[in-house]
């Protein structure tokens, strides 16, 4: 069954600690992202990926970093820099290069909601 | 810069019709797209439009004005499940990131 993975669902950490988010999808997809997504707010894009070990910062990367070894993955790491880590992050991954363009729509995972204690 | 508008809530009674409103300001334009998420979960794909005009899928419809920078999302024969957040999202000049606006909460009542 084709799809997009985030793992853990729910996650805890402690303040000052770093910790990673997976996200995998096995749909061939070109381009992954990360967005950051706070009550009552829209998706923020933290960093985005077209193509396997390159990737560009978003308009809110400070404090995240990523990598993008396999096609498949694109894991989120959550720095201890990052001042205001408590949110539900969403990664969500499309083709770049089809002749129909609607079919470069984001598919996007269920979510990992990340809790600071 | 980039930035798209929405308005923050709407409301709505069953069986109605509503309109959502969509202004963006970017850097380039290559295509909106419509998603909607329900509280907790993941953005659903709703439509998608890169040349000006309607497109129509059952209730739903998605309008763009490249010139205004405008799109709307029309919901008909509004239905209780419908009650949910709505994002509108645009794709960057470079064609790859999808820039989101804040959404529109849509409470659908009886």
């Known amino acids: 069954d084709g799809g997009i993975t985030q793992s853990p669902k729910y996650l805890f950490r402690k303040e000052g600690q770093n910790v990673t988010l997976s996200c995998e999808q096995n749909?061939?997809?070109?381009?992954m992202y990360w967005y950051r997504q706070d009550p009552g707010q829209g998706l923020r894009l933290i960093y985005y990926?077209?193509?396997?070990?390159?990737?560009q910062k978003g308009d809110i990367a400070e404090g995240y970093s990523v990598s993008r070894e396999k096609k498949e993955s694109f894991p989120l790491t959550v720095t201890s820099a990052q001042k205001n880590p408590t949110a539900f992050y969403l990664c969500?991954?499309?083709?770049?290069?089809?002749?129909?363009?609607?079919?470069?729509?984001?598919?996007f995972g269920q979510g990992t909601r990340l809790t600071v204690v | 810069g980039q930035n798209i508008d929405q308005p923050t809530e709407m409301t709505a009674t069953e069986g109605a019709i509503v309109q959502i409103n969509c202004t963006y300001q970017?850097?380039?334009?290559?295509?909106l797209f419509w998603y909607q998420q329900h509280a907790g979960e993941a953005p659903t794909f709703l439509s998608y439009?890169?040349?000006?005009g309607l497109e129509e899928k059952g209730r739903f419809s998605s309008f763009l004005s490249r010139s205004k920078g405008y799109s709307y999302l029309l919901l008909k024969e509004l239905q209780m499940k419908d009650s949910a957040s709505y994002l509108c999202?645009?794709?960057?000049?470079?064609?790859?990131?999808?820039?989101f606006g804040k959404g529109t909460t849509l409470s659908v009542s009886s």
């Open positions: 969500a991954s499309s083709h770049l290069n089809t002749r129909d363009l609607q079919t470069r729509r984001a598919f």
């Open positions: 749909l061939n997809h070109d381009a």
């Open positions: 990926s077209q193509i396997v070990n390159d990737f």
């Open positions: 970017t850097s380039g334009f290559n295509g």
């Open positions: 439009n890169v040349l000006d």
């Open positions: 999202a645009v794709r960057d000049r470079t064609g790859t990131a999808l820039i």
